[in-house]
């Protein structure tokens, strides 16, 4: 699906300026084209919305997370954050990275560690913890098999 960010004001973030009256066209999740309105060629089939008096900005990416609840995943792309580095992961952060990213849920892309690897006693309920060499690789592999992108 093609989309027409129409006469809106674009903050591009490599200096401080705004870049008024341009037309930004996105081809599903990636932008294919960016400039000003008197220029743009946008596609017949695109769906228009008039970004006059409004702002565009990249998406915002938090890289030290720890969304509670599926309304927190809303929360977050409601104030521009995209992406969300997720460092307390649990079963449902995988079920919810997955769910975001078939289009199921509503929320930024998800990047979520395991369980913290901790030492012993661990700091929290859920932690793994860990002295031995042996018990540091086990974590990480039982990290791995849970389906988690990084460890903590």
């Given at each position: 699906?093609?989309?027409?960010f ?12 705004v870049l008024?009256?341009?037309t930004?066209v996105?081809?599903?999740?990636r932008i294919?084209?960016i ?9 017949a ?13 990249p998406?915002?990416?938090?890289m030290?997370s720890h ?10 792309v409601t104030?521009?954050?995209t992406?969300?580095?997720?460092l ?5 952060h995988?079920r919810?990275r997955e ?10 892309r ?11 006693p661990?700091?929290s309920n859920?932690n793994?913890?860990?002295v031995?060499?042996?018990e540091a690789?086990a974590?990480?592999?039982?990290t791995k ?8």
């Amino acid at each position: 699906m093609t989309t027409a960010f129409e006469n809106v004001s674009v903050v591009p973030m490599d200096s401080e300026r705004v870049l008024a009256d341009q037309t930004v066209v996105a081809d599903g999740d990636r932008i294919s084209w960016i400039g000003p309105t008197a220029e743009a060629e946008v596609p017949a089939d695109a769906e228009r919305i008039d970004g006059r008096g409004k702002y565009l900005i990249p998406g915002l990416a938090d890289m030290h997370s720890h969304p509670a609840d599926e309304d927190d995943l809303l929360l977050l792309v409601t104030h521009g954050v995209t992406t969300i580095r997720n460092l307390f992961g649990m079963p449902r952060h995988v079920r919810w990275r997955e769910r975001v990213a078939a289009g199921q849920l509503l929320g930024p892309r998800i990047v979520t560690s395991g369980p913290v690897v901790d030492g012993r006693p661990p700091r929290s309920n859920g932690n793994f913890s860990v002295v031995t060499r042996e018990e540091a690789i086990a974590a990480v592999e039982q990290t791995k098999r849970g389906g988690y992108d990084c460890v903590k």
